[in-house]
């Protein structure tokens, strides 16, 4: 019978007895093992097999770990790819300098069989949940397309390899006409459904190396490489026939969609960049609409007063609705991508999701109480909802262990904000919310982790979290082996004013404590009750 792979490991060490013990030991978890005994045999290996984890010996004739790394790290090739360096040397510079060349673990030798494999287990299902959310991130929630971010990612990667090898792009911009007057007469579910449809009349019709797009509202945009002036104008005749011979229904009626296309290609010779080549699209999709709507043209046959007089005096409003059309789809993908987040983790453990809406509800409240900004808020509540994201690859064994964690248990426990950090890092759109979260369990005096931090220093954010957390914990017959009167808890949480907590934040807490007595603490009943 066929082993089941579930991942890749590649491990790079000089010594082959180590080799030989690793390699049993990841054979003993289902994972492939890839060997490499010298740096440049490894370096080629990640290359060519693009392992989910590597594992490097620091101590290495000729080119040691840490220039390996630095090389790994530097090839867009194998950048991505997790590092975790093993190695018998454990000094803190050490592992200092390796983390800051972008290693993402580090284990010592001679290592515990258990405390490799949980280590490479967390890698691996950190991994996975990144792809995952890089892949909600990069697409249109409502019609599965790439969606406008991903779509600039694209056409930028793809105008390099063009003026590389000399070769020619389209980009063709569809936008369905009239669109309006469909949300308004039938409604926005069935506009939502048209619009579905279009996406995958686009897709089912364009080449496998083609890329179809939503650009936002009713706009959409495909990316066709290596296609010259010529043919591209017959494909783009294609796609807005398709679009207009479909047989349209709403609500059991048909109706006439149809939509007009401006294109433009870029000939890989010339110094267009991206944001230009997309302009001429755009401006070519105005003339189509000039020209009567439900047409297509190419940029190249704009007449030059075209190009500057006619687009000029296209209405300011067509300018804001498209803006405004942007920032709300913005908008929605940070809002999909929280879902997923949230229902991530509530798969994982219900008690846990409730935990982090109930420090949600907590942060918000403390820092409505010391004035925020509305911008801070809406960061506030995802780094909330989010801090504990980490907890997901941990073991379950130890998240629900009830007897006294070991050393090394703790240790992985206190790596969750990290975690949670490196898993939200890829999907780029949480620059703030990744220090909130990075930091809320460091300590006002500094004794806290992962950092050691000390108060200003602190992100403002994270000492919020930090006071919500203990309050939920210590009131939570989950997070705390026994429920604690809420006295108690008040009186521990303004004794460590000062030490584990800002006293501001400390402060402000007790305040809207005593103004939320009614429902305070929180439980999953109270919070149906309430709509807090």
Same mark, same amino acid.
Do not use: C
């Given at each position: 019978m066929k082993e089941n792979r579930t991942g890749k490991v590649l491990v790079v060490d000089d010594n082959q007895t180590n080799l030989i013990l690793v390699q049993a030991h990841l054979k003993n978890m289902g994972l492939e093992a890839i060997l490499a005994d010298n740096a440049l045999d490894g370096i080629n290996a990640a290359i060519k097999h693009q392992p989910n984890v590597i594992l490097l010996d620091v101590m290495m004739p000729s080119i040691d770990g840490f220039e390996t790394c630095r090389r790994l790290k530097s090839?867009?090739?194998?950048?991505?790819?997790?590092?975790?360096?093993?190695?018998?040397?454990?000094?803190?510079?050490?592992?200092?300098?390796?983390?800051?060349?972008?290693?993402?673990?580090?284990?010592?030798?001679?290592?515990?069989?258990?405390?490799?494999?949980?280590?490479?287990?967390?890698?691996?299902?950190?991994?996975?949940?990144?792809?995952?959310?890089?892949?909600?991130?990069?697409?249109?929630?409502?019609?599965?397309?790439?969606?406008?971010?991903?779509?600039?990612?694209?056409?930028e990667r793809e105008m390099l390899q063009a003026k590389i090898k000399g070769n020619s792009i389209a980009v063709m911009m569809f936008d369905l006409d009239h669109f309006k007057m469909v949300n308004d007469s039938y409604g926005h579910l069935c506009g939502d459904?048209?619009?579905?449809?279009?996406?995958?009349?686009?897709?089912?019709?364009?080449?496998?190396?083609?890329?179809?797009?939503?650009?936002?509202?009713e706009e959409f945009i495909v990316i066709m490489p290596g296609m010259p002036n010529e043919v591209a104008e017959t494909r783009a005749e294609k796609l807005r026939d398709a679009i207009d011979s479909f047989d349209w229904m709403a609500e059991e009626h048909p109706i006439t969609i149809t939509c007009s296309v401006g294109f433009s290609v870029f000939d890989g010779n010339n110094s267009t960049d991206p944001y230009e080549l997309i302009k001429r699209a755009d401006d070519a999709l105005y003339a189509a609409k000039r020209k009567g709507r439900n047409c297509i043209v190419s940029w190249r046959k704009i007449k030059p007063e075209e190009n500057i007089a006619e687009i000029q005096d296209q209405s300011f409003k067509d300018l804001q609705e498209k803006i405004a059309s942007l920032a709300n789809r913005l908008k929605g993908q940070t809002i999909g991508t929280m879902r997923a987040f949230a229902k991530a983790i509530a798969e994982k453990d219900q008690t846990m999701a409730q935990h982090a809406e109930n420090v949600k509800m907590y942060s918000l409240k403390i820092a409505e109480k010391m004035k925020v900004s509305p911008d801070f808020l809406s960061q506030l509540e995802t780094a909330a909802v989010l801090h504990d994201l980490g907890k997901i690859v941990i073991s379950e064994n130890i998240i629900n262990k009830t007897t006294a964690l070991t050393d090394k248990e703790i240790k992985m426990i206190h790596r969750h904000p990290v975690i949670?950090?490196?898993?939200?890092?890829?999907?780029?759109?949480?620059?703030?919310?990744?220090?909130?979260?990075?930091?809320?369990?460091?300590?006002?005096?500094?004794?806290?982790? *992962?950092?050691?931090?000390?108060?200003?220093?602190? *992100?403002?954010?994270?000492?919020?979290?930090?006071?919500?957390?203990?309050?939920?914990?210590?009131?939570?017959?989950?997070?705390?082996?026994?429920?604690? *009167?809420?006295?108690?808890?008040?009186d521990e949480i303004t004794t460590l004013a000062g030490s584990q907590f800002d006293p501001e934040v400390a402060e402000a807490f007790k305040e809207v404590l005593a103004e939320n007595r009614e429902f305070w603490p929180l439980s999953q009943k109270k919070l149906q009750e309430c709509h807090v």
């Open positions: 090839d867009i090739r194998t950048a991505s790819i997790p590092v975790i360096f093993v190695t018998a040397k454990d000094q803190s510079e050490d592992k200092v300098s390796g983390l800051k060349l972008g290693a993402i673990d580090y284990i010592a030798k001679p290592f515990n069989k258990g405390e490799l494999q949980a280590r490479i287990s967390i890698v691996l299902e950190m991994t996975k949940l990144q792809k995952k959310l890089l892949l909600l991130a990069n697409t249109d929630e409502l019609t599965g397309l790439s969606n406008r971010r991903h779509f600039f990612e694209i056409l459904k048209i619009l579905q449809q279009v996406g995958k009349i686009l897709n089912e019709n364009i080449y496998p190396l083609d890329i179809a797009a939503r650009y936002g509202g949670s950090a490196e898993i939200l890092e890829p999907v780029g759109i949480f620059k703030k919310e990744l220090l909130f979260i990075r930091h809320h369990h460091e300590n006002y005096d500094g004794t806290g982790y *992962p950092n050691g931090l000390v108060g200003k220093s602190i *992100p403002i954010g994270s000492r919020i979290i930090a006071v919500a957390d203990a309050f939920d914990a210590m009131t939570s017959s989950r997070w705390s082996n026994s429920k604690r *009167p809420i006295e108690n808890v008040l």
